[in-house]
Nanobody, 124 residues
Framework: QVQLVESGGGSVQAGGSLRLSCAAS????????MGWFRQAPGKGREGVAT???????FYEESVKGRFTISEDNAKNTLYLQMNSLKPEDTAMYYC??????????????????RGKGTLVTISS
Protein backbone atom coordinates (compact mmCIF):
# COMPACT_ATOMS: atom_id res chain seq x y z
CA GLN A 1 0.00 0.00 0.00
CA VAL A 2 1.38 3.40 -0.99
CA GLN A 3 1.72 5.99 1.76
CA LEU A 4 2.85 9.58 1.40
CA VAL A 5 3.38 11.64 4.54
CA GLU A 6 4.22 15.33 4.31
CA SER A 7 6.02 17.44 6.88
CA GLY A 8 7.79 20.77 7.12
CA GLY A 9 4.95 23.21 6.73
CA GLY A 10 4.63 26.23 8.97
CA SER A 11 4.30 29.99 9.19
CA VAL A 12 7.03 32.32 7.97
CA GLN A 13 7.30 35.90 6.85
CA ALA A 14 7.54 36.91 3.21
CA GLY A 15 11.03 36.41 1.90
CA GLY A 16 11.66 33.44 4.14
CA SER A 17 12.25 29.78 3.32
CA LEU A 18 10.74 26.42 4.13
CA ARG A 19 11.60 22.88 3.13
CA LEU A 20 8.79 20.40 2.76
CA SER A 21 9.45 16.69 2.99
CA CYS A 22 7.38 13.73 1.84
CA ALA A 23 8.18 10.29 3.16
CA ALA A 24 7.07 7.69 0.64
CA SER A 25 6.53 3.99 1.08
CA UNK A 26 5.04 1.23 -1.03
CA UNK A 27 6.02 2.62 -4.44
CA UNK A 28 7.00 -0.36 -6.55
CA UNK A 29 6.75 0.90 -10.12
CA UNK A 30 9.94 1.02 -12.18
CA UNK A 31 8.99 4.38 -13.70
CA UNK A 32 7.09 6.96 -11.72
CA UNK A 33 6.61 10.63 -11.22
CA MET A 34 6.35 12.46 -7.92
CA GLY A 35 5.31 15.99 -7.29
CA TRP A 36 3.72 18.70 -5.20
CA PHE A 37 0.49 20.52 -5.71
CA ARG A 38 -1.19 23.13 -3.54
CA GLN A 39 -4.60 24.47 -2.78
CA ALA A 40 -5.18 27.90 -1.32
CA PRO A 41 -8.36 28.72 0.62
CA GLY A 42 -11.25 29.19 -1.79
CA LYS A 43 -9.16 28.29 -4.84
CA GLY A 44 -8.62 25.25 -7.01
CA ARG A 45 -5.67 22.89 -7.01
CA GLU A 46 -2.47 24.15 -8.60
CA GLY A 47 0.43 22.00 -9.70
CA VAL A 48 3.67 23.28 -8.19
CA ALA A 49 6.43 20.92 -9.34
CA THR A 50 7.04 17.39 -10.54
CA UNK A 51 10.06 15.14 -10.89
CA UNK A 52 10.32 12.00 -13.01
CA UNK A 53 12.31 8.97 -12.00
CA UNK A 54 15.06 10.04 -14.42
CA UNK A 55 15.38 13.36 -12.59
CA UNK A 56 13.61 15.54 -15.12
CA UNK A 57 11.76 18.34 -13.34
CA PHE A 58 8.93 20.71 -14.17
CA TYR A 59 7.76 23.82 -12.33
CA GLU A 60 4.72 26.03 -12.34
CA GLU A 61 5.68 29.40 -13.77
CA SER A 62 5.16 31.41 -10.57
CA VAL A 63 7.60 29.29 -8.55
CA LYS A 64 10.40 28.94 -11.08
CA GLY A 65 13.68 30.16 -9.63
CA ARG A 66 12.28 30.08 -6.09
CA PHE A 67 11.29 26.45 -5.50
CA THR A 68 13.37 23.33 -6.05
CA ILE A 69 12.01 19.79 -6.12
CA SER A 70 14.36 16.92 -5.35
CA GLU A 71 14.30 13.38 -4.10
CA ASP A 72 16.54 11.16 -2.02
CA ASN A 73 15.97 7.65 -3.31
CA ALA A 74 17.97 6.10 -0.50
CA LYS A 75 15.59 7.67 2.02
CA ASN A 76 12.47 7.35 -0.16
CA THR A 77 11.86 11.02 0.49
CA LEU A 78 10.70 13.84 -1.77
CA TYR A 79 11.57 17.44 -0.96
CA LEU A 80 10.40 20.88 -1.94
CA GLN A 81 12.79 23.68 -1.05
CA MET A 82 10.88 26.95 -1.08
CA ASN A 83 12.81 30.23 -1.02
CA SER A 84 11.75 33.85 -1.36
CA LEU A 85 8.28 32.94 -0.20
CA LYS A 86 5.39 35.27 -0.96
CA PRO A 87 1.96 35.65 0.70
CA GLU A 88 0.40 34.17 -2.45
CA ASP A 89 2.28 30.92 -1.74
CA THR A 90 0.01 30.39 1.26
CA ALA A 91 -1.79 27.08 0.76
CA MET A 92 -2.08 23.49 1.80
CA TYR A 93 0.70 21.62 0.04
CA TYR A 94 0.22 18.01 -1.00
CA CYS A 95 2.73 15.37 -2.05
CA UNK A 96 1.65 13.12 -4.92
CA UNK A 97 2.98 10.15 -6.85
CA UNK A 98 1.98 7.92 -9.71
CA UNK A 99 3.29 5.53 -12.33
CA UNK A 100 4.51 6.85 -15.65
CA UNK A 101 6.03 10.13 -16.74
CA UNK A 102 5.10 13.72 -16.02
CA UNK A 103 5.27 16.38 -18.71
CA UNK A 104 4.40 19.40 -16.59
CA UNK A 105 3.81 20.49 -13.01
CA UNK A 106 0.06 20.15 -13.59
CA UNK A 107 0.38 16.36 -13.63
CA UNK A 108 0.82 16.49 -9.85
CA UNK A 109 -2.80 17.07 -8.92
CA UNK A 110 -4.06 14.17 -11.03
CA UNK A 111 -1.71 11.53 -9.66
CA UNK A 112 -3.04 8.31 -8.23
CA UNK A 113 -1.51 8.68 -4.79
CA ARG A 114 -1.46 11.73 -2.52
CA GLY A 115 -0.75 12.64 1.07
CA LYS A 116 -2.91 14.50 3.53
CA GLY A 117 -1.07 17.78 3.12
CA THR A 118 0.94 20.25 5.15
CA LEU A 119 -0.06 23.87 5.66
CA VAL A 120 2.18 26.72 4.56
CA THR A 121 1.30 30.24 5.70
CA ILE A 122 3.26 33.26 4.52
CA SER A 123 2.67 36.60 6.20
CA SER A 124 3.49 39.96 4.64
Amino acid sequence: QVQLVESGGGSVQAGGSLRLSCAASGLTHSYYCMGWFRQAPGKGREGVATINSDGLTFYEESVKGRFTISEDNAKNTLYLQMNSLKPEDTAMYYCAAGPGWCRSARYSYNMVYRGKGTLVTISS
